[in-house]
T-cell receptor
Framework: AQTVTQSQPEMSVQEAETVTLSCTYD???????LFWYKQPPSRQMILVIR??????QNATENRFSVNFQKAAKSFSLKISDSQLGDAAMYFC????????????FGTGTSLTVIP | DAGVIQSPRHEVTEMGQEVTLRCKPI?????LFWYRQTMMRGLELLIY????????DSGMPEDRFSAKMPNASFSTLKIQPSEPRDSAVYFC?????????????FGQGTRLTVV
């Protein structure tokens, strides 16, 4: 099974500041996809951003962007201008057509936004 | 589309009782996943189906757990007999296969408490 590691169980950020959540993964595949999900207290899992491994350009969605380092197998999420509504658990996930198309999730990072 | 629909949202049962969790995936999706979320273990994949066929059930904890997908629009996860350690939030998610670029869409989860 693929391994997805989120080494920061908890993070905090001041409102309006920038925070980076880290994620690394272990794979021998060249074709795969990476995702960041947000889980607020409502517990609904919401897709934040995705990245195709064959694309060198880092994905961006408004205040959310990733730093994808394929050689290092690293996929960090940067949240700019943090807002109170960003407070949530964040999960990194990996998916590959060569490993059954299932999703492998990290253990999550709990983000607190300080007003 | 109403998204992935799970029922019930909350379930409290006594140890030894049978519990059935239900899931209706998004229409047109052909992959369905059952996850269990706990504080200690994070998100664990229990089983997933492609085109109603179970592909990988290696995450099912033991014989007390069983899952079925009789058709493309319905799946159940059954625990019989239930035990207090089964208490967790159970998520159902659906996606499109074999396109790995599509994300998993999650239901709102069922919070199971076994007393």
């Amino acid at each position: 099974a693929q391994t997805v590691t989120q080494s920061q169980p908890e993070m905090s950020v001041q409102e309006a500041e920038t925070v980076t959540l880290s994620c690394t993964y272990d794979t021998s595949e060249s074709d795969y996809y990476l995702f960041w999900y947000k889980q607020p207290p409502s517990r609904q899992m919401i897709l934040v951003i995705r990245q195709e491994a064959y694309k060198q350009q880092n994905a961006t969605e408004n205040r959310f962007s990733v730093n994808f380092q394929k050689a290092a197998k690293s996929f960090s999420l940067k949240i700019s201008d943090s807002q109170l509504g960003d407070a949530a658990m964040y999960f990194c996930a990996y998916r590959s057509p060569n490993t059954g198309n299932q999703f492998y999730f990290g253990t999550g990072t709990s983000l607190t936004v300080i007003p | 589309d109403a998204g992935v629909i799970q029922s019930p949202r909350h379930e409290v049962t006594e140890m030894g009782q049978e519990v059935t969790l239900r899931c209706k995936p998004i229409s047109g999706h052909n992959s369905l996943f059952w996850y269990r979320q706990t504080m200690m273990r994070g998100l664990e994949l229990l089983i997933y189906f492609n085109n109603n066929v179970p592909i990988d059930d290696s995450g099912m904890p033991e014989d007390r757990f069983s899952a079925k997908m009789p058709n493309a629009s319905f799946s159940t996860l059954k625990i019989q007999p239930s035990e207090p350690r089964d208490s967790a939030v159970y998520f159902c998610a659906s996606s499109l296969a074999p396109d790995p670029n599509t994300e998993a869409f999650f239901g709102q989860g069922t919070r199971l408490t076994v007393v």
